[in-house]
Structure formats: structure tokens, C-alpha cells
């Protein structure tokens, strides 16, 4: 890895191209001359198929902030150091709230005990990037995607597949919004139902061969994760009555058919083990024939790939749900224990920092138990569950299972280095 300091409009003309081009908390903080700056160096450097990511303060959520922004800067203009002007922000902000607070029906209330408990969550250098900034230019999407397009690039994606099905939403704004045909529009629609203030979004240049036609066998090359905050129930599956699937941070999803049902039991059961399309199909296939489902289908060549096929278009609209994750390279994550676990380096050195959370192999933070502090720096893939056991508070058993399931136990055909 190379660390070039340097001016966005004074880059090297050496420095790519890039298949990947991420600009994030970068781009509402610097001047609209840079923000060209930026979207031109997108343009230029990457490949013909490259991608670029940029994330951004967006309107309408951002008009309240932004009155809260003016205040910080009229009430700090005197502090003489960064921590003074946290403190005096912090304070009229507070005041603010107190205010509100004596009055029923002042609907800001709300807003500035959200705010509130953001600033104190964020710490110090957020609290200065995102609220007392001399530089932040939020814009509206539609506004964004037409500057991107004044230089040479077009919106792409969301980076959260959620936002962009029409069908997660509610019927009322499916019908609405359904009318306006253009996908641009109606992420600026939605922004406006959901007063959105952030967006993080996928650009590609304008001449990139962009298809929105989604293709299901495209799912036969992924490994699949499940993304489900409950085991998914088998109640009533040869009757396919419709169930809910409960999904982490997202509503939930009513699934009747028996195929992704046991698809998605199946997928949970792996938990942070990522499995290739074909063993979740042959897993899938096994339990049909167990509980005496689609024996038509499964008893010819030609009807095992029409189910292969329903599976894989089954799964993307799961994909779309945020219940199924897609990957090409599946975390390093053990499927079971082994006899001399592993963790890696990064988080052993993390397991014994004062802070709590801890971050796994999928890119998820996770707080730390005392069993986990006690026992995550020693796993280093020399020693045994027993000579593990005199460290941990806890039954070592159930504590590396947890830490498996958790992502944090390297598969011992790992090639990386975890010493």
C-alpha cells in the first residue's frame, strides 16, 4: 500500500488506472471546484469497467442539519482550540434541546435528541468533520447524478441493494413511484419519503457497457452468506404456507416457497461460512427428497436445472431483501472448530485494546465478552482447547463455537498469515 499526500487536482498522472476508485466523507467537505476535481480523476483513471464509489451529505435530511451547522458556527467562532468549539457546540445543542423539550408540540424535539446522542457517539473527530466544517455542501441526488454526468460518468448502483427494489417498499409508494419509469427519479422520490441525508453511490463512466438486466445464473458463481437474525422456522413447509423470515436491520420477509425456505435454513445454519452455489443446491435437493417435495423435479437431469434455475432467482430476490449476501471471495471463516484454532493477527491485537468492539472476517464489529478478551489474543493456532481452557472464564466449548459463529476462527486451509 502507497500513501500519497497530495491536492485532488494535483494527483500523478502515474497513479492508475483503477478498477476500484472510493472516495467516501470526502466529497460534501471540500469546495464545488474539488468535488469536480474528484469526479474528474474518477473518470480519467479508471479502467473501461471500473467502479466508483462516492459517498455524500444529501437533501432533503440534511436541511435541519445544516440549520444546527450555522448555529455551531456563529456560537464557536471565538473557541480557541478544536476542544473548546466541540464543547461550546455540544452545549448550545443542548440548550436547544432543553428548550424544545418545555414545549409539547415543538416537533424539532425529536431531531435534537437524535442529534444529541449521534454527537456523543461519534467522538471528537467526527463531531468536527460532520458539524463544525468551514467546508459541507450537501446536494440533492438527482443533483449529484447530473454533475457525475456533466463529467463524463453515470449512476451506477446503490451500494445497499435494498434501497434499490421498488418492491421492498410499501404498496402505496410501489404504485406511486412505479409511474415515474426512471430509477434516478425514483431514489429521489424516496428520498424525499424517508428524508434521506447520506447516499453512498456507485458510478461508472458514461461509456461502460451498463445492463440493468439482472441474470439469475450469474448466482451459480457466487459463494452465499445468510444475513437472518433467527433461524428461519420449517412449520408448515409441505403445505408451502407463507412464513416470515426475520432479517437483521431490515423488516422482515414473507417467503412461501419451500425451496428458498430451506434455502435460507440452510444458509443460516452455516452462519459466517460461506458456501458455493452448487452445495447449497445439493444440501437444498437433500432435504426436498427428505421431506418428500419436488420429486418431479429431481428425478431427471432436466428437471434438477430448471430447479437449480429457481433457486438462483429465488435467491437474488432474497439478494434484494438484504436476507442473502453474495461473494466471489468467501471469508477465511472455519465451518467447524479445529483441534488449534486460529484468529488473525489483526484481531488479537484489537482483543486486547480497551475498546469494545472487535471486527471479524466479514467486515462486522462485534462487542467483546469477558470470554472472548480472555481467550482471543492466544489464538494464535498453536494451542489445544485444553491448554486454551485454563485462560477463559467460560466453557471453552461454547465459547469458540460462539467465536466461530461470531467470524472470528480462521479456516485452517486459510493461506494467510495469522502469526
Not at 61 to 78: C, E, I, P
Not at 187 to 197: A, G, I, M
Not at 285 to 312: I, P, T, W, Y
Not at 393 to 419: A, H, Q, V
Request: glycine share 6%; proline share 7%; with cysteine.
Amino acid at each position: 500500500i502507497t500513501f500519497v499526500h497530495g491536492d485532488f487536482r494535483d494527483v500523478p498522472e502515474a497513479l492508475g488506472p483503477f478498477d476500484y476508485i472510493i472516495c467516501h466523507g470526502v466529497f460534501s467537505w471540500v469546495t464545488p471546484e474539488t468535488q469536480r476535481a474528484i469526479l474528474r480523476f474518477i473518470r480519467e483513471r479508471l479502467t473501461p469497467l471500473g467502479v466508483g464509489y462516492v459517498s455524500y451529505n444529501t437533501y432533503p435530511g440534511h436541511h435541519m442539519v445544516d440549520g444546527l451547522r450555522k448555529l455551531f458556527s456563529l456560537h464557536t467562532a471565538g473557541a480557541p482550540t478544536p476542544e473548546a468549539k466541540i464543547e461550546q457546540a455540544f452545549s448550545i445543542a443542548t440548550w436547544l434541546h432543553r428548550r424544545s423539550k418545555r414545549l409539547s408540540n415543538d416537533w424539532r424535539t425529536g431531531f435534537y435528541e437524535r442529534e444529541l446522542d449521534a454527537m456523543s457517539e461519534s467522538g471528537r473527530s467526527l463531531l468536527l468533520h460532520d458539524y463544525c466544517a468551514s467546508e459541507n455542501h450537501p446536494m440533492y441526488f438527482v443533483d449529484f447524478v447530473k454533475l457525475a454526468g456533466e463529467e463524463g460518468l453515470s449512476y451506477l448502483a446503490n451500494t445497499d441493494p435494498w434501497d434499490m427494489y421498488l418492491e421492498n417498499h410499501e404498496p402505496e409508494i410501489v404504485e406511486t413511484l412505479s409511474a415515474l419509469g426512471d430509477m434516478v427519479l425514483q431514489q429521489q422520490y424516496l428520498d424525499f419519503v424517508y428524508n434521506v441525508r447520506f447516499r453512498r453511490t456507485m458510478i461508472c463512466r458514461a461509456d461502460a457497457p451498463v445492463s440493468t438486466e439482472i441474470r439469475a445464473e450469474h448466482v451459480f458463481d457466487f459463494f452465499l452468506g445468510a444475513a437472518l437474525s433467527d433461524e428461519p422456522s420449517l412449520d408448515g413447509l409441505a403445505e408451502r404456507l407463507p412464513v416470515q423470515v426475520f432479517i437483521t436491520s431490515r423488516p422482515p420477509l414473507t417467503v412461501s416457497s419451500p425451496v428458498l425456505r430451506l434455502a435460507l435454513y440452510h444458509l443460516h445454519r452455516h452462519r459466517r461460512h460461506y458456501v458455493s452455489f452448487d452445495r447449497l443446491f445439493a444440501e437444498v435437493a437433500a432435504s426436498l427428497a427428505e421431506h418428500a417435495l419436488e420429486a418431479e423435479a429431481l428425478a431427471s437431469d432436466e428437471g434438477r436445472q430448471g430447479l437449480r434455475g429457481r433457486l438462483a432467482g429465488q435467491l437474488l430476490r432474497a439478494f434484494f431483501a438484504d436476507a442473502v449476501r453474495f461473494t466471489l471471495r468467501p471469508p477465511p471463516v472455519a465451518e467447524t472448530v479445529p483441534a488449534r484454532p486460529a484468529t488473525g493477527r489483526y484481531q488479537r491485537w484489537l482483543a486486547t485494546q480497551p475498546r469494545d468492539g472487535v471486527v471479524n472476517f466479514c467486515h462486522e464489529v462485534f462487542v467483546q465478552t469477558p470470554a472472548s478478551r480472555a481467550v482471543m489474543p492466544l489464538l494464535d493456532g498453536t494451542r489445544t482447547h485444553d491448554e486454551l481452557a485454563a485462560h477463559c472464564p467460560e466453557p471453552i466449548g461454547e465459547t469458540l463455537e460462539n467465536l466461530r459463529l461470531t467470524g472470528f476462527i480462521l479456516d485452517p486451509s486459510c493461506t494467510l498469515p495469522i502469526t
